[in-house]
């Protein structure tokens, strides 16, 4: 039989519930094996039932196999004591590449997508849910696949009349020496999540990026270019893969929380030593937020307007945290959209998006309840 392995329970994570092994069906022999090498196994922990038998079985997906595994760890503490909380039967799985199989031997009645990064965030998990029909929390296919792209999300929304700043997409194949367009401009990985890898480059910036080591982790590569840096592109080894580069546009950063596909709250978020909001500034403390945004009534209402619209524009689901630069200048059309997060954290009292949500008079059990009932109502099945 073909075993989900598991390890002892770490104690840092779901104190006072043991793992155990699942036996699943073996893959059918004519399956191409992955490199010749057994196939890495998820961790499964041990079911924490509820005392009503009638309870919905939800299975909570986290770790993953990508940078932001810590932050998934996070999230999947908080999301995993609530729904217990909320009389959910629950069932913690530490995903690997097997998750598929455990999944069909589960057979939960929903999967609460707690994963950040690849394969979280980006569709992929979505697809596997779906072919299982299995209802599941956050974006589906199209909108994790979409959304994980910056520029093409960006795209899609300017078919929406919403505004972005000017753009070029730099291949790593193409290793280019000219600089794509005039400074000031901002450098992001195509695909990376919460920041990683931004940076800004003016007039004056000076930085020999060769040089620059890429520690492993959630920070790794990510950096501010200040004023006596020197940037040669040439040199330039995109640890990300492929980048945009886009405009540099000075504003007021504005991200909207978008619940039950209707935007509640928004955020302001100021920095004062750095360009841009970057990965450091955002886990260090290295800026200063505003629950709500400090703009009046009626930007508030356009700024929303416009977090409703790209979010139902990529049929995204539950939940979701568009950012806008605000030109305050060009009045109600200088809003301009940086990107949207499918998969926000929701570490209660630290993430942005719980906090919009509490500041709107949200609490964190009617988030995590009101997205497992959005799952089942996705799935057409009726409470």
């Known amino acids: 039989m073909?075993?989900?392995k598991t390890l002892p329970q770490p104690q840092s994570h779901f104190e006072g519930n043991n793992s155990y092994d699942v036996i699943v069906e073996e893959p059918p022999k004519n399956e191409k094996k992955i490199k010749s090498k057994e196939i890495p196994k998820s961790i499964v922990y041990e079911t924490i039932w509820s005392p009503n038998s009638s309870a919905l079985h939800v299975a909570v997906i986290f770790?993953?196999?990508?940078a932001e595994r810590s932050l998934s760890l996070k999230t999947a503490n908080h999301v995993i004591q609530t729904l217990k909380d909320l009389g959910y039967?629950?069932?913690p799985i530490d995903m690997n590449r097997d998750i598929s199989?455990?999944?069909q031997t589960l057979q939960p009645d929903v999967v609460f997508n707690a994963l950040h990064g690849t394969y979280g965030h980006d569709g992929c998990m979505a697809g596997i849910l779906e072919v299982l029909e299995i209802p599941y929390t956050h974006c589906g296919i199209f909108g994790g696949s979409i959304a994980t792209l910056k520029h093409k999300t960006l795209e899609l929304a300017t078919l929406h009349g919403i505004k972005s700043a000017k753009r070029v997409v730099v291949r790593k194949a193409d290793r280019i020496s000219v600089e794509p367009m005039p400074r000031p401009f901002v450098i992001k990985p195509i695909s990376e999540g919460w920041s990683?890898?931004?940076f800004a480059v003016f007039d004056e910036d000076v930085f020999d990026i060769s040089s620059y080591d890429y520690p492993y982790g959630w920070s790794h590569g990510v950096f501010a270019v200040f004023d006596e840096d020197t940037f040669d592109i040439s040199s330039y080894d995109y640890p990300y893969g492929d980048i945009l580069v886009e405009e540099y546009l000075k504003g007021i950063e504005i991200d909207v929380a978008i619940f039950n596909d209707k935007a509640v709250g928004t955020m302001e978020s100021v920095i004062t030593d750095?360009?841009?909001?970057?990965?450091e500034a955002k886990?260090?403390?290295l800026a200063d937020y505003f629950f709500p945004a400090r703009l009046s009534e009626i930007e508030l209402q356009k700024v929303m307007e416009l977090g409703e619209i790209v979010h139902k524009a990529l049929d995204i689901?539950?939940?979701?945290r568009p950012g806008f630069i605000y030109k305050k200048e060009e009045g109600l059309d200088g809003f301009y959209l940086l990107e949207i997060n499918t998969n926000p954290g929701l570490v209660a009292g630290d993430s942005f998006y719980p906090q919009i949500l509490d500041n709107a008079g949200i609490s964190y059990q009617q988030l995590i309840d009101g997205m497992i009932k959005h799952a089942l109502k996705k799935a057409e099945i009726l409470l």
């Not at 770790?63 to 990508?66: A, D, M, P, R």
């Open 2 to 4: 073909y075993c989900v």
């Open 101 to 103: 199989y455990v999944l």
């Open 89 to 91: 039967t629950i069932t």
């Open 63 to 66: 770790g993953g196999l990508s």
């Open 317 to 320: 689901g539950c939940i979701s």
């Open 283 to 285: 886990v260090n403390g």
């Open 196 to 198: 990683h890898g931004v």
């Open 274 to 279: 750095r360009a841009v909001l970057d990965h």
